[in-house]
């Protein structure tokens, strides 16, 4: 009867000794890789200056063509210093996750979501709510033509529906309906406004002369 192979059989290396040999590895390569990121960061901030907060800090803001100066932690949304610090509350607090456009404003032209902007990061930036889409005393022609068409119930959607609008009928006056749609796609109206919604975008383009 011939013998078993020789004893090298045993100098192989087991399934279970070589994952763990591999984890070994990996960790290892990892921790090493870990650490040269880690010293790239540090190196970043020294560059930049110390980390901000948790206290808060002072910030300048620049809404509605006037300068605050406000003391937020760097954690707060511009939807929270405007409304909470700063009592400017036309942008409104609906879902507080970037889903409903509630709390839409102008931030260097272009619309935004303040719920998902960190006010710290609007610094030095033109910010634009919806007390500050006409001039004082005046309805822009969008805000008119909602309270025209009665395309509001509650009035929580009211104001971030007129700032998309606003922005798509300022660059383009005679933007047709599809753009509009576009526009306003990122909001939510609650109360089932939409056909009157549609309607004051119909009236307020009319108004522009587009």
Not at 10 to 32: E, I, P, Y
Not at 58 to 77: D, F, I, Q
Request: with cysteine; aromatic share 4%.
């Amino acid at each position: 009867m011939p013998k078993s192979p020789p004893e090298e059989a045993k100098t192989q290396v087991s399934r279970r000794g070589f994952m763990k040999g591999f984890g070994t590895s990996v960790a290892a390569a990892s921790l090493s890789g870990g650490l040269v990121v880690l010293g790239e960061q540090s190196a970043s901030a020294a560059e930049t200056g110390p980390a901000l907060g948790p206290d808060a800090v002072p910030m300048t803001l620049t809404v509605n063509g006037k300068t605050y100066n406000v003391s937020a932690e760097p954690r707060e949304t511009l939807l929270e210093v405007l409304r909470h610090r700063l009592d400017i509350t036309g942008p409104k607090l609906v879902c507080d996750r970037g889903a409903c456009g509630g709390c839409t404003v102008y931030l260097d032209g272009r619309t935004v979501y303040a719920c998902m902007t960190l006010a710290i990061e609007a610094q030095g930036r033109e910010i634009v709510t919806i007390e500050g889409l006409a001039p004082p005393g005046a309805l822009h022609p969008v805000q008119l033509a909602f309270i025209e068409e009665d395309a509001m119930q509650c009035g929580f959607c009211t104001p971030g529906f007129v700032m998309s609008m606003a922005a798509v009928l300022d660059a383009n006056p005679a933007a047709g309906q599809d753009e509009v749609k576009e526009g306003i796609a990122g909001h939510i109206c609650r109360c089932g406004t939409y056909a009157q919604i549609y309607k004051a975008a119909e009236n307020a383009r009319r108004k522009m002369g587009g």
